[in-house]
């Protein structure tokens, strides 16, 4: 250690994860903690500026009123728009600190492992939900929105964010930060229904209820709930259904009773499906689902198996929507079943071997479970533990200062940037939004967003 109580601890990734793991950092007083935090966007806050959906403000403004401070501490370097693995080496950021806490989130998902997956007009939701917020890895894409039906595989809040957007009146989004270039694209979509298919039945549906309950109050769209088994809204279900369950199956069966109102566009959650082939010529034109049914194994968990019953859906636009997935990370060891860097409560491991002061947090950490929220008591477990391991002695020095880790970096990637280059973004962005009455309009590209950086808005 620099001078036995100062450690200098790097966390990379700027998302909900590694700002919650700064914040604990800064809140230690045993030691003094400085934090260059590395970021490989030219932005922070991660999922919540890039996954959370535009139609959830409160939920965007967490980047502002919870973790713009945690940027302003002294004790804080912004070292963005510089990637880990790519301009800076595992190793080397182990030798430079004392600690690094990795926090990259999961930046991959789950295929649906069908034939037809490769054709045109079959994504990621992942790759949409960034499109949309204007992620610039993903703002050149182009979905096709002029087919009049969309499915969407999956049964969770990913799955309702994307059906949500794609049928909500555009006049909503427009009061939003959704990237212009989807706005246009939304403005001109002919899709009028989009169905969500669940591979089990509605008490497994792995939305949360808030999310469902949106649907209720969605303007101009029909809600189908497309099962011959729902309870009652007041009828007892499942002994076994938890509270948070049976609070779902109670929305769903309000929902399912709703009267049609011939709405322009509307949403069907179809349970107890599973996708078999996408058929098209080039491009997607059909879907061959099949029925399932549940069975319950010897390990007591329901599954779904496939029946024999077989059907066709029309779309042009299929988007998966069953999981995001950490990918590996070079130089450390990963768990290819779970999808995370190898960890024991956080520590990194080799086997059974902790390797000295790596750690790791958030969806990186843990796999991609959880909200925003959840991240803070993560994060504390982990620093908890570096901690611990500081006070036993098992960090080892760190080789450079803060001065010197600066001009080695800014020697192999010029176009870095700090905290004024973020604020001059964030002001730009919000000085444009501010004339049409929106939070902001986001700068889409990487030129864009480094030409801001280094020019104050006024
Ligand atoms: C579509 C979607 C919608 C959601 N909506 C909500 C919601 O409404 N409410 C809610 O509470 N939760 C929501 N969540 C959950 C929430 O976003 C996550 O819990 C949270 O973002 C996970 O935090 P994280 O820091 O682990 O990962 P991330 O948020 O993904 O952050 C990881 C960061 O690491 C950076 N990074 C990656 N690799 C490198 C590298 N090599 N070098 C440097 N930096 C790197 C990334 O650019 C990113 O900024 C949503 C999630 C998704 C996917």
Known sequence: MIDGK????????AGPAGMYAVEHLLQEAEFRCEVDL??????????????VAPDHPDKKRIGDRLFSYILESPRVRFIGNLEVGTHVRHAE????YHAVIYSVGAGSDIRMGVPGEELSGCHAAREFVAWYNGHPDYSHLAFDLSCERAVVVGNGNVALDVARILTMPVAELEKTDIADYALQALRNSAIKEVVLLGRRGHFQGAFHNPELEELERLADVDIVIDSEDLPGENEVVLDDADWETRRKVKTLARLSRRPLTGAPRRIVLRFLTSPVELLGD????????VENHL?????????ARPTEKESLIDTGLVLRAIGYRGYPFPGLPFDDQRGVIDNRDGRVVEGDLPVPGVYVTGWIKRGPRGV?????????????????DARDGHLSPAALNADQVLSELAGRNPALLGLEGWRNIDRGERLAGAHQGRPRIKYTDTETLLRSAAAPAG
């Open 282 to 289: 080039q491009k997607v034109e059909q879907m061959l689902v």
């Open 38 to 51: 590395y970021e490989r966007l030219p932005t922070p806050y991660g999922l919540v500026r890039a996954g």
């Open 295 to 303: 069975e319950r194994g010897d390990d007591g968990v329901l599954r």
């Open 93 to 96: 950021l182990a030798d430079w």
């Open 372 to 388: 925003i929220g959840s991240n803070k008591k993560c994060a504390r477990d982990t620093v908890r533990c570096l901690l611990k």
């Open 6 to 13: 100062t450690l200098r601890v790097a966390v990379i990734g």
